[in-house]
């Protein structure tokens, strides 16, 4: 079923692909186009598609001492095209709106984490122009049954999936480390079974390279991925220096695949779409460092 699912929605971009390259084939075999204009040629269309993914960073990522304004201004000045607000975070919504209105940086979701009230969260992705809504499906552990958790996330999606799906907003599950959704192929399935346009994944890259490759994720996820999480991941750190130095690495400096990342990326048509850090913040200079590393990463530069 999902190898049936995965042929049809990737039906167009194989398609699109195959008749570029028979094309070329072809003109090259009049004669009229040489090997260097074929490789220019896939390089252009590569770049182009490329150019659809917007860099953002997690609000409170920006910890230079200026106003919301200011800071929407310089995410601006460093390449980033949005942000996402958490629910914790101590800000004036109207101010936001004004930054956003005045700068067209966007809010472009909302992040929940694991509570149960996702009406709120819906209303503020809406107010503030976003898309989605982060939402990490529960936990499992000895007093939390996986089959119960199972159960119990789907039935608390479907009671507010009808309500995203009026305002416009995707609920996307994240991949987290709570004992859950361990396998792409379940988190596919726990999805599916959601049926609802509103339904997708949030899919973090870091989060799977302790266990996992990313790209593997990625293909057979494909379509169900609405946005991305960025960050590292160093199998080295974790062996030398516990579980959650992993993460204390640098964007391109942990044992996340890029180039294969974004082969699957392109693979899966995830050419245009939200790309976000999710790493240490800092003042302007750092959110740069964090810019140049997410373009070399994604190779958006």
Known sequence: ?????WEYRGLSHQTSRRMFLKQTSAALLAGTLSQTEVVSAEKSAAAKSKAGIKKAVKYQMITEPVSVLDKFKMLKDLGFAGTEIHYRTKVDPKEVRRAIDATGVQVHGFLNSSRDELKDSIDQAKYYGGTSVLVVAGRVDDKHPYDVVYQQQQAKLRKHLPYAEQQGIKLLVENVWNNFLLSPLEMARFIDELESPAAGVYFDVGNVVRFGWPEH???????????????????????????????????????????????????IGYTQGWATAEVKGGDRQRLQDISERMDRALDLA
């Open 217 to 267: 994720w990625i293909r057979i996820l494909g379509p169900r991925i609405v946005k991305l999480d960025i960050k590292e991941y160093s199998r080295q750190k974790q062996k030398e220096e516990g579980l959650w130095k992993g993460f204390q690495v640098e964007i391109t400096e942990g044992d996340c695949n890029w180039a294969e990342v974004g082969k699957a990326l392109n693979d």
């Open 1 to 5: 079923m999902l190898n049936q699912e």
